[in-house]
Each structure stands twice: as structure tokens, then as C-alpha cells.
């Protein structure tokens, strides 16, 4: 926009002295106005999240998947919120801590949710907000690690060994005998 430099001019000239104020806006000053010192910045380590503790794992959930969510050092029967961001998604049927203050529960990640850098939002009355980076990666872009083999087949595999060496054994026998 135009500024009109005649009427700042004379504004300036009718409300002389002014100080700058905290946010960098001009004030007119009289005798009688404090002035307000300027916040010092902290690193955040003092904002009043520190209310929970939370485990995701790696934070890194493919379409589709699931997201385990563990909270401690919750009151006993605290009840928390929980939101996924950027889509705002709230996960319900979360249950109030136990009598350990602890909570677990699964945010199902939609199959068309945008891969990317995502928020969860925890949320419980009295407290500031805890934000939890998580990111969302494309369906099968995460390699499977660490699987197992179901303990039925393994069981199977025994047995079938352990018959295999009673038969060797019994034949043998017969054989020689």
C-alpha cells in the first residue's frame, strides 16, 4: 500500500517521543508507562510437555500400517487425546492409564494418507499439547525385518526329524540283526 508521507510526517511531529515496544511496534510514551522487558527465549525444555513419556519406535509408518503408540508416567486413570495430523484424524477408543500411569494403544494409518512428515497430538486436560513427528512412507517401501518362523512349522520340522531317527535306528537293527 500508499503510505501518505505528509500525514505520517505530521502524526510523528503531534505524538513525539516514541519508544519501540516489545514486538517491534511503536508506542507513544508518557512518564507514566514501564517499560515491558522483552521474553527471553528458552530451548523448550521448561513447556510443560514433559507430562508423558512416549514410545513410537522408529516413527516411520508405511499406508496402511499400523503405528504403535506407548505413553508412561501418566496419572493413574488419566485419560489422553490423541489427533494425527496433517489430515486431522483422531484415534478413539483410547483407554485411561492404568494403575501403572501407562497406555498403549494402535493409530491406524489410512491407505491414502500423503507419505511425508506427519504430528500426533497428545492432548489431556490441564496439560500442554506433546507433538510426536512421525512420518509416513509409501506401502511396502519398508523392508521386513526380524521374522520369525511360526513356532507350529518348527515344531513340525522336530518331529518329523525325531521320526525320521527312531525309523534309521529301527531299520537298521532289523537289518543287522
Do not use: C, K, M
Not at 76 to 99: M, R
Not at 103 to 129: N, R
Not at 136 to 163: C, D, K, M, N, Y
Amino acid at each position: 500500500g500508499w503510505v501518505d508521507l505528509a500525514a505520517s510526517v505530521a502524526y510523528f511531529e503531534q505524538a513525539s517521543p516514541l519508544d519501540p515496544a516489545p514486538l517491534g511496534r511503536a508506542v507513544i510514551a508518557d512518564d507514566t508507562t514501564e517499560p515491558t522487558p522483552t521474553p527471553t527465549p528458552t530451548d523448550g525444555a521448561d513447556e510443560g510437555t514433559d507430562w508423558v513419556e512416549w514410545n513410537i519406535g522408529s516413527g516411520t509408518v508405511e499406508q496402511g500400517g499400523t503405528l504403535t503408540v506407548e505413553l508412561t508416567g501418566l496419572n493413574p486413570g488419566q485419560v489422553v487425546d490423541a489427533t494425527l495430523y496433517s489430515d486431522p484424524i483422531v484415534i478413539e477408543n483410547i483407554p485411561a492409564a492404568n494403575s501403572a500411569g501407562e497406555i498403549t494403544f494402535t493409530v491406524a494409518i489410512p491407505t491414502d494418507l500423503e507419505t511425508g512428515a506427519h504430528t500426533l497430538v497428545l492432548e489431556s486436560d490441564g496439560y500442554d499439547d506433546v507433538d510426536i513427528p512421525v512420518t509416513v512412507v509409501t506401502a511396502g517401501s519398508l523392508a521386513a525385518t526380524g521374522a520369525e518362523t511360526p513356532w507350529g512349522l518348527a515344531l513340525a520340522a522336530a518331529f518329523l526329524i525325531v521320526i525320521g531317527g527312531t525309523l534309521a535306528i529301527t531299520r537298521r537293527r532289523t537289518t543287522t540283526a
